[in-house]
């Protein structure tokens, strides 16, 4: 089996490709290095089950070769990254809608198997716990780019819906939550990677707003599995399902636990929004999602504890010292 990756070379992609290759699969991957790095997919080289393409999912003939040949997709690639969007407004709109399109199109053309990366975003301004995929979606105006992406992958969302409804397509739709471990990038206000590198210099760790807003965090490898368990599940298509972990933490505890696990002697600062991301930007002061539609489908949950994920991770970014 040939799977399409788009976005492979990114953080949750190129680990997606290190399960795929493990498992046997052929594996082809997609991407323009926006936001991905070479070096995530540098060990599969060499792999007679892999293959690396350097371009941009907009390139529509490159997208029709790649998916002619592969028995299913995932596309990943996006723009991501609330700071990445706000800088980036117009390119990551059109790479967000353009590209999916593209994917969804093509892989009607040739009767492949996709599923579509959305995100927890997409929920909007919810103050409950948990989100539901059926819940409605709250947004503020258009005025605040940060939007832009919820926006853009929610269009994704109907777009692949309506190929489903009217032309049979079979795709499925997942809902990343906030995904954390080794090989994601701090540059693009990630939060996780930029506390535990700001601990390992013993820098500020620089906590946005009064800290007091929530988040659950996701193991990448819990993720990567249950991407691949979703490929598999014939009551999946035409669905949207969460990913996410259920461990609820402020964003001022884990700037906490950080600075412990690291045993960091940086201080915790507290900095406006308005100073970090100019007036674009509003926050969601939480984000806790579901997971009963996950595990009604195929039976698994992330459940890798943080501190086992916060580890792993310090242990990435200070191999990388
Ligand atoms: N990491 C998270 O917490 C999270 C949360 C919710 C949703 N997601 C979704 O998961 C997917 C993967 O995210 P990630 O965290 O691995 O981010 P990432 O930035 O590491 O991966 C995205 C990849 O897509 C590539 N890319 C971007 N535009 C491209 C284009 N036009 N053509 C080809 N490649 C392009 C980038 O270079 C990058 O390698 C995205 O769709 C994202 O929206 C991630």
């Given at each position: 089996m040939n799977i399409l990756v788009t976005g492979g070379a990114g953080f949750i992609g190129s680990h997606l490709c290190d399960y795929l290759i493990s498992k046997g699969k052929y594996v082809s991957v997609i991407d323009d290095l926006s936001t991905g790095f070479f070096e995530n997919i540098v060990h599969l080289q060499?792999?007679?089950?892999f293959q690396y393409i350097n371009d941009t999912i907009l390139n529509k003939d490159r997208m029709d070769s790649l998916i002619r040949q592969c028995d299913a997709v995932v596309h990943l690639a996006a723009a991501v990254g609330v700071k990445y969007v706000i800088e980036n407004p117009l390119s990551s709109i059109e790479t967000n809608i353009c590209g999916t399109e593209i994917a969804l199109k093509l892989a009607n053309k040739y009767k492949k198997k996709i599923l579509i990366a959305s995100t927890?975003?997409?929920?909007?301004?919810?103050?409950?716990?948990?989100?539901?995929?059926d819940d409605n979606l709250i947004y503020g105006p258009?005025?605040?780019?940060?939007?832009s992406y919820a926006a853009s992958k929610l269009v994704d969302e109907f777009t692949a819906l309506a190929y489903h409804r009217?032309?049979?397509?079979?795709v499925g739709i997942f809902r990343c939550f906030n995904t954390i471990g080794?090989?994601?990038?701090?540059?693009?206000?990630?939060?996780v990677p930029r506390f535990i590198q700001q601990a390992l210099r013993d820098e500020p760790i620089t906590v946005f707003g009064d800290g007091r807003q929530t988040r659950t965090f996701t193991y990448v490898g819990d993720v990567v599995e249950s991407i691949c368990w979703l490929m598999e599940?014939?009551?999946?298509?035409?669905e949207v399902v969460n990913i996410g972990g259920t461990e609820e933490i402020s964003i001022s505890e884990l700037a906490e636990r950080i600075k412990s696990l690291v045993v960091s002697k940086s201080e915790i600062v507290y900095i406006p929004y308005e100073q970090a991301y100019g007036k674009d930007f509003e926050d969601m002061m939480r984000r806790v999602p579901s997971s009963e539609k996950l595990n009604s489908l195929?039976?698994?949950?992330?459940?890798?504890?943080l501190d086992t994920i916060l580890e792993s991770t310090i242990e990435y970014f200070r191999s990388m010292i």
């Amino acid at each position: 089996m040939n799977i399409l990756v788009t976005g492979g070379a990114g953080f949750i992609g190129s680990h997606l490709c290190d399960y795929l290759i493990s498992k046997g699969k052929y594996v082809s991957v997609i991407d323009d290095l926006s936001t991905g790095f070479f070096e995530n997919i540098v060990h599969l080289q060499g792999d007679s089950k892999f293959q690396y393409i350097n371009d941009t999912i907009l390139n529509k003939d490159r997208m029709d070769s790649l998916i002619r040949q592969c028995d299913a997709v995932v596309h990943l690639a996006a723009a991501v990254g609330v700071k990445y969007v706000i800088e980036n407004p117009l390119s990551s709109i059109e790479t967000n809608i353009c590209g999916t399109e593209i994917a969804l199109k093509l892989a009607n053309k040739y009767k492949k198997k996709i599923l579509i990366a959305s995100t927890s975003e997409v929920y909007g301004k919810h103050m409950h716990a948990p989100l539901k995929e059926d819940d409605n979606l709250i947004y503020g105006p258009p005025s605040t780019m940060r939007w832009s992406y919820a926006a853009s992958k929610l269009v994704d969302e109907f777009t692949a819906l309506a190929y489903h409804r009217t032309k049979k397509l079979n795709v499925g739709i997942f809902r990343c939550f906030n995904t954390i471990g080794p090989r994601q990038t701090g540059l693009y206000g990630m939060v996780v990677p930029r506390f535990i590198q700001q601990a390992l210099r013993d820098e500020p760790i620089t906590v946005f707003g009064d800290g007091r807003q929530t988040r659950t965090f996701t193991y990448v490898g819990d993720v990567v599995e249950s991407i691949c368990w979703l490929m598999e599940c014939e009551e999946a298509i035409g669905e949207v399902v969460n990913i996410g972990g259920t461990e609820e933490i402020s964003i001022s505890e884990l700037a906490e636990r950080i600075k412990s696990l690291v045993v960091s002697k940086s201080e915790i600062v507290y900095i406006p929004y308005e100073q970090a991301y100019g007036k674009d930007f509003e926050d969601m002061m939480r984000r806790v999602p579901s997971s009963e539609k996950l595990n009604s489908l195929i039976g698994f949950v992330p459940q890798t504890p943080l501190d086992t994920i916060l580890e792993s991770t310090i242990e990435y970014f200070r191999s990388m010292i």
